[in-house]
């Protein structure tokens, strides 16, 4: 059975995810999603893309925009292309998309089912209604444009659709996991709120069960003309009371990323046990590895991704710090650094898989001591932090949808001969 899990409201962004980002978010997504299935299990993976707030740190620490609407669409392609050759060994199966692979996504859950023996049509069924649910009972303004099915082989899945209200500029994500429901009309959602846009739609809320029935004896006795004259009659009315606040993320519109988009204490407790004094068994592990400081500073946010509790992910900007963002905010993507941050996971799953799981205990135990660390680390500012990334940009092989990024003199000499 299911629940709507959480929102998420985000600004919403055009353009296109540039192929040399999209390769690495492919490779890195299933990478890490492989060390949750290994370390928690395929059930814990659903939980997790079904959390708003995680999911949106997935994205960030992918190097996607870290607070726009684009980060539902690149990260859902992004596990269907890394996952799908995986699904024979994982059991995860990434169905749906955006537009019209939306709409194949019911045909692509039949061919599932044919595959693992699930009953696909009762998965195509469900997506169906998840669909309608988030567009025709809950009627917030917001136009269904994505639709992303996760399912495994045993029948438990996530849903993962995507609206957008063109007047406002804005998106909004809905999750659904497959645990906890009883009806699919009947309070669904685990979690259901947003921006105030003043008086929505919401049949699916508990206290609605008498409008849903009254509206069904309406059709079948008096018929259509019936439901127009009782409307009518019902404008003006007073609304009942807005359900009570779930878990929901609200993205900003403002593209850089600030102090209070951060929690320092975390990010402090990042930076130190990336630092000499994180775990002894770490630090000699990345000597074999050949790994330099500011790829072990990306592995601890990928570790917490993979280990951290789902109240750590409050701040999804603070992942942003891993591989930076393709519009070069916080700082353009460290090509080398998300290169050696794949090679690493790569090697510490493909142990774990060989029954060797050293690395990825060693991953677990930086995360560990992150959360030990911040509660008496302290750091550089996040401005500081910033300008330090951005002067050695060009040495980690920063890239941007700008271009490769140059050296501070390069770029203070195109600037004078500019003017």
């Known amino acids: 059975?299911?629940?709507?899990?959480?929102?998420?409201?985000?600004?919403?962004?055009?353009?296109?995810?540039?192929?040399?980002?999209?390769?690495?978010?492919?490779?890195?997504?299933?990478?890490?999603?492989?060390?949750?299935?290994?370390?928690?299990?395929?059930?814990?993976?659903?939980?997790?893309?079904?959390?708003?707030?995680?999911?949106?740190?997935?994205?960030?620490?992918?190097?996607?925009?870290?607070?726009?609407?684009?980060?539902?669409?690149?990260?859902?392609?992004?596990?269907?292309?890394?996952?799908?050759?995986?699904?024979?060994?994982?059991?995860?199966?990434?169905?749906?998309?955006?537009?019209?692979?939306?709409?194949?996504?019911?045909?692509?859950?039949?061919?599932?089912?044919?595959?693992?023996?699930?009953?696909?049509?009762?998965?195509?069924?469900?997506?169906?209604?998840?669909?309608?649910?988030?567009?025709?009972?809950?009627?917030?303004?917001?136009?269904?444009?994505?639709?992303?099915?996760?399912?495994?082989?045993?029948?438990?899945?996530?849903?993962?659709?995507?609206?957008?209200?063109?007047?406002?500029?804005?998106?909004?994500?809905?999750?659904?996991?497959?645990?906890?429901?009883?009806?699919?009309?009947?309070?669904?959602?685990?979690?259901?709120?947003?921006?105030?846009?003043?008086?929505?739609?919401?049949?699916?809320?508990?206290?609605?069960?008498l409008s849903r029935h009254s509206q069904l004896d309406l059709l079948r006795n008096l018929g259509p003309d019936a439901i127009v004259r009782e409307f009518g009659k019902a404008e003006g009315k007073g609304m009942p009371a807005a359900q009570p606040v779930l878990p929901h993320l609200v993205m900003p519109d403002h593209h850089d990323v600030r102090a209070k988009d951060v929690v320092a204490r975390r990010l402090h407790g990042n930076l130190a046990a990336a630092a000499d004094c994180g775990p002894k068994d770490f630090s000699e592990l990345l000597l074999v590895l050949g790994v330099g400081a500011r790829t072990v500073r990306a592995l601890a946010m990928v570790a917490e991704v993979i280990h951290g509790a789902p109240y750590r992910f409050s701040d999804p900007a603070r992942f942003s710090l891993a591989h930076g963002g393709k519009d070069r905010h916080p700082y353009p993507v460290p090509l080398k650094v998300y290169d050696r941050t794949i090679e690493v996971m790569k090697l510490a799953v493909r142990r774990a898989k060989l029954g060797h799981a050293e690395e990825l205990a060693a991953l677990r135990r930086l995360d560990d001591q992150a959360r030990y660390l911040e509660r008496r680390a302290s750091g550089p500012s996040l401005e500081t932090l910033l300008a330090d990334e951005r002067a050695h940009s060009h040495e980690y092989g920063g890239r941007s949808v700008f271009g490769d990024e140059l050296p501070p003199s390069a770029v203070f000499a195109v600037r004078s001969r500019a003017l």
């Open 1 to 209: 059975m299911a629940s709507r899990a959480g929102s998420a409201d985000l600004p919403l962004h055009g353009g296109r995810v540039p192929k040399w980002l999209g390769d690495r978010m492919t490779r890195l997504g299933a990478v890490i999603s492989e060390a949750i299935v290994i370390e928690y299990g395929r059930d814990e993976l659903l939980r997790r893309l079904a959390h708003p707030f995680w999911f949106q740190s997935f994205g960030a620490v992918m190097g996607m925009d870290w607070h726009s609407s684009g980060i539902t669409t690149s990260v859902l392609g992004a596990l269907k292309r890394g996952l799908t050759p995986l699904s024979g060994e994982l059991g995860i199966h990434v169905c749906g998309g955006r537009g019209r692979y939306s709409r194949d996504t019911p045909g692509e859950l039949m061919a599932v089912g044919d595959r693992v023996g699930v009953d696909g049509a009762a998965l195509a069924k469900a997506s169906r209604l998840i669909a309608k649910v988030d567009s025709a009972a809950v009627q917030d303004g917001f136009d269904l444009y994505l639709h992303g099915f996760i399912v495994t082989d045993d029948g438990r899945w996530v849903v993962v659709q995507q609206g957008m209200n063109g007047d406002r500029r804005q998106a909004r994500r809905y999750h659904w996991l497959s645990e906890g429901l009883q009806s699919f009309v009947d309070a669904p959602h685990a979690a259901i709120d947003g921006v105030d846009q003043g008086v929505i739609v919401n049949l699916t809320d508990r206290r609605a069960e």
